[in-house]
């Protein structure tokens, strides 16, 4: 406490102290934005045909699923009463932002996520089923419903239900992320959340994120497998990639011009948080490295012809940076909004800790527990279709 | 005999209408209702706070009575009010030097000489028991709420400690208690008020700086009060409805 007081530059409130959110709030939107992002590059094959990114479908739609899944696990391991938190379900305040976030969540998650996911892969559970034994064809029973229908019309009726669940779920990926961005974006106590563009720009950098991590599952996944990349899939991947990202930065750079020519009481306040306290974050690692860099690595792609091997790797490190600078945008946005003071007359400053509660040891944990679940979800859900179990047996 | 069956009848009928979920809800129903003193007319009563900057001395009695009355943590970032010292120089109203040493529970030691040229003052901060509270508005399961006679309140057995509401306030009213892991700020002594006394902070105030009122009581002086000074809220442009009017709050006051 007394090495925060003397932290304090001007003047502060008295609760401004600590910090309200922690590095815990900065995965939430982080997470729930590869879910979206996951999920639109998934759903652009199968509602827009685009044939060059089959490959990607089913390895996009169970990382969105495992991402998902942790998505709720900070937000609980923040509140100072995770066990209230089903009083959201039961006895939600309806104007409230955040007490739609619970079934935001169940809708997307059940109704979208795993409905869709189930009837892409029922034909495979149900095959895996009849040729399996003892509790492995259980599970697989089980996983079917118990059905054993996998007759023509039945997976003309998954896929015509499927498609439809597709389309439902694009504005349901939107609305989940933008969403997010509104909880921010609607505070008018704080005037570096406070803003209509919030939600927008959230959605965009969702699909931003969400799209570069599939890129580099599909090479990591290949790459453990000894399989061959199909170039044409990730070259198309790697444009969209591009494309997002041109609009989000154009979005971001917009907030950015209204603010400085704006001006508002707020401006000096803001601004100097930027130079300051943010300058590595917000400037160096969100702008110049996890911005600028790869969209101009994605563009010199487009602009000049790079041999195969060497455009994997330009594909892999502006995957990597991108993901670096949609953390560090997510960081810049949740640990920004509380460095500077509402009485815009002093800042304080954010104390992570290690091996507490909403330290830096659980958030790492958080962040590479999608990766385990996508590791199981893959042992029991083979996603390319020549290491199909079924197939196979 | 026949009321004892009555009875049983009335109860299995409770257990078996109302069960599972609308039970659970039956209950926060119940616990969501504000406290209750006898005699006590919730619907008779608007309450609000005025501060009279003029008068303030800036001797902490205040924040010392809140803390002892509602037992408030002696921590320097748990406080249900505070007072901040404003040194200005009129020329440069924007750039105000504020301190609140200890949220000035200890009083304020002589820091500036009078005469340089500059304006000094005090300014007691609370929860301003907004009508249109964004804190009330954030609260995802309604642990926070505005009570009917306008005191906005937290039920600390429903709060989850998401600490929206306090991002949401645009005062800083609000603060997280570690005891509880669940949010608090400024009752406006709900437990002394409904009794038919003031709040501590009034009580003890040796210069009657801050006084409660009651807008609908006709012959509660807040109306003289409000009629003959020139009054200001704090952060207008936020349109939450505050109802702390200050007297003479000087423009630079964030």
Redesign the interface.
């Known amino acids: 406490?007394e090495s925060l007081?003397h932290s304090v530059q001007?003047?502060?409130?008295?609760?401004?102290?600590?910090l309200?959110?922690s590095i815990l709030i900065v995965l939430y939107p982080f997470i729930t934005g590869l879910v979206a992002g996951a999920f639109i590059l998934a759903s652009l094959e199968r509602v827009f045909n685009v044939e060059a990114v089959k490959p990607t479908y089913r390895l996009a739609l169970l990382t969105a699923l495992a991402f998902m899944i942790v998505a709720p696990l900070p937000?609980q391991l923040?509140?100072?009463?995770?066990e209230?938190?089903f009083?959201?379900y039961?006895?939600?305040?309806t104007?409230?932002?955040?007490?739609m976030?619970g079934f935001v969540y169940l809708w997307y998650l059940m109704a979208v996520l795993v409905l869709e996911i189930w009837l892409d892969f029922r034909k495979d559970i149900v095959l895996t089923a009849r040729a399996s034994k003892g509790a492995k064809r259980a599970l697989y029973r089980a996983m079917a419903l118990w059905s054993d229908n996998i007759s023509e019309r039945s997976l003309r009726i998954d896929d015509k239900v499927g498609k439809f669940i597709t389309i439902v779920g694009i504005p349901s990926a939107f609305l989940l992320h933008g969403y997010v961005g509104f909880?921010f974006g609607s505070?008018?106590?704080?005037p570096w959340w406070s803003s209509p563009l919030m939600p927008v720009v959230f959605i965009f950098s969702a699909m931003v994120s969400g799209i570069a991590l599939v890129m580099l599952m599909y090479q990591a996944v290949n790459w453990y497998r000894k399989t061959a990349v199909q170039m044409s899939c990730l070259d198309t991947i790697a444009r969209y990639l591009l494309y997002a990202f041109i609009i989000d930065f154009s979005l971001e750079m917009l907030d950015l011009v209204h603010r400085i020519y704006e001006a508002d009481e707020s401006f000096k306040t803001l601004d100097f948080m930027v130079h300051t306290k943010l300058y590595f974050s917000q400037i160096i690692l969100q702008i110049f490295v996890g911005t600028l860099v790869p969209i101009g690595l994605l563009a010199l792609v487009q602009l000049v012809s790079v041999r195969e091997r060497a455009r994997r790797i330009i594909y892999g490190a502006s995957g990597v940076l991108t993901l670096v600078g949609i953390f560090a945008m997510r960081w810049n946005v949740v640990i920004g909004?509380?460095l500077f003071?509402?009485?815009?007359?002093g800042y304080t400053t954010y104390k992570m800790g290690f091996a507490t509660r909403e330290g830096l040891l659980p958030a790492l944990i958080l962040l590479l527990l999608p990766f385990a679940i996508l590791y199981l979800l893959v042992k029991l859900l083979p996603p390319w279709p020549e290491g199909d179990l079924a197939r196979k047996e | 005999m026949d009321s004892d069956r009555r009875e049983f009848m009335k109860i299995a009928g409770a257990y078996v209408v109302l069960t599972g979920a609308a039970s659970l809800a039956w209950n926060h129903i119940v616990a969501g209702e504000p406290e209750k003193a006898p005699g006590y007319d919730l619907s008779g009563h608007w309450w609000a706070m005025t501060i009279d900057i003029d008068k303030c001395i800036g001797c902490g009695n205040c924040v010392r009575a809140c803390k002892a009355e509602n037992g408030v943590l002696l921590e320097p970032d748990c406080f249900r009010t505070w007072v901040e010292r404003y040194h200005v120089h009129p020329e440069d109203p924007e750039h105000p030097q504020v301190d609140s040493p200890n949220g000035g529970y200890d009083g304020f030691k002589e820091k500036y000489k009078p005469g340089d040229g500059s304006k000094n003052f005090f300014v007691p901060k609370m929860c301003n028991h907004c009508a249109h509270s964004p804190c009330v508005q954030v609260c995802p399961v309604g642990a926070t709420f505005e009570s009917p006679d306008g005191v906005v309140l937290v039920d600390k057995t429903y709060c989850l400690g998401c600490r929206y509401c306090v991002q949401a306030c645009p005062y800083g009213c609000r603060y997280i208690d570690p005891r509880t892991e669940t949010v608090d700020k400024c009752s406006l002594c709900y437990h002394r008020i409904t009794k038919g006394l003031t709040t501590a902070c009034c009580e003890t105030c040796p210069t009657g700086a801050r006084k409660l009122g009651d807008l609908k009581d006709p012959k509660d002086p807040i109306h003289d009060f409000l009629k003959e000074h020139m009054i200001h809220v704090l952060k207008p442009e936020m349109a939450t409805g505050a109802k702390a009017y200050y007297n003479d709050l000087d423009g630079s006051v964030r």
């Open positions: 406490m007081l001007g003047f502060i409130y008295p609760d401004e102290l600590q309200q959110w937000l923040h509140l100072g009463h995770p209230r938190s009083e959201m039961l006895t939600p305040h104007t409230s932002a955040m007490a976030f909880i505070v008018k106590a704080n909004g509380q003071s509402k009485s815009l007359l």
